[in-house]
């Protein structure tokens, strides 16, 4: 009579969550994405099985078996991003479910985190020149924004003066009399996308007053 021991390991599962990058549009970013990583991948975590029982044994130990698998992978609530910057993409774990056949005692499971990355948009801002003739009433200078996202709303402020001072139109008072001629300067900020500065000419013409003697 001979004997041995029958020894059943655990199979190691990881799944990492998936990553995603888009340019800033105002719309959430999620992804609800995931993959299974090979064995290759898993090196540090099969370290112990290939220590104690050979490298053929870890290299057969990574992934589900049979019918067993994930029957649910959700992402945590704060997996999302709007604004330009990154956070982490994460499973929720307490959350994920098996298809029926599964059973812990079996596997270890582990979950890595992706990225979520949102990037700085764009948008382009233009001023035209004004040329009027003298009429007592303040002019600014015409600044046309293209490009910005759906639901966000460009901030403008001006000067006279490329380095700063800037105040919103309200309290922005254009040149008026022929000898306030001069180039204005606007700001633009548009939420997500950042700013840029842009400038046109406001030039302010002589009216002519013709007054004729009687006869």
Do not use: W
Not at 127 to 155: F, L, M, R, S, W
Not at 160 to 176: K, R
Request: charged share 20%; with cysteine.
């Amino acid at each position: 009579v001979v004997s041995a021991d029958v020894t059943i390991l655990r199979r190691y599962v990881v799944e990492q969550a998936g990553s995603a990058e888009k340019v800033f549009d105002n719309t959430p970013l999620t992804q609800e994405a995931h993959e299974e990583k090979p064995a290759e991948e898993l090196k540090d975590a099969l370290a112990a099985y290939e220590e104690l029982y050979g490298a053929e044994v870890a290299a057969s130990a990574a992934g589900f078996v049979g019918d067993d698998a994930f029957a649910s992978v959700p992402m945590t609530g704060d997996s999302t991003i709007t604004d330009p910057g990154v956070v982490s993409n994460t499973i929720a774990s307490a959350s994920v479910t098996f298809t029926e056949s599964y059973d812990p005692e079996n596997y270890s499971v582990r979950y890595l985190q992706g990225e979520l990355k949102v990037t700085t948009g764009t948008f382009d801002a233009s001023a035209t020149p004004v040329v009027k003739v003298y009429d007592a009433v303040p002019t600014n200078v015409e600044v046309t924004v293209t490009g910005v996202p759906a639901g966000v709303e460009p901030v403008l402020t001006y000067s006279y003066s490329e380095d700063g001072g800037f105040v919103p139109a309200s309290e922005f008072t254009g040149p008026t009399n022929v000898s306030e001629s001069a180039t204005v300067y606007c700001k633009v900020t548009v939420p997500g996308c950042g700013e840029k500065t842009v400038s046109a000419d406001v030039t302010i013409l002589r009216r002519y007053v013709v007054e004729q003697a009687g006869s």
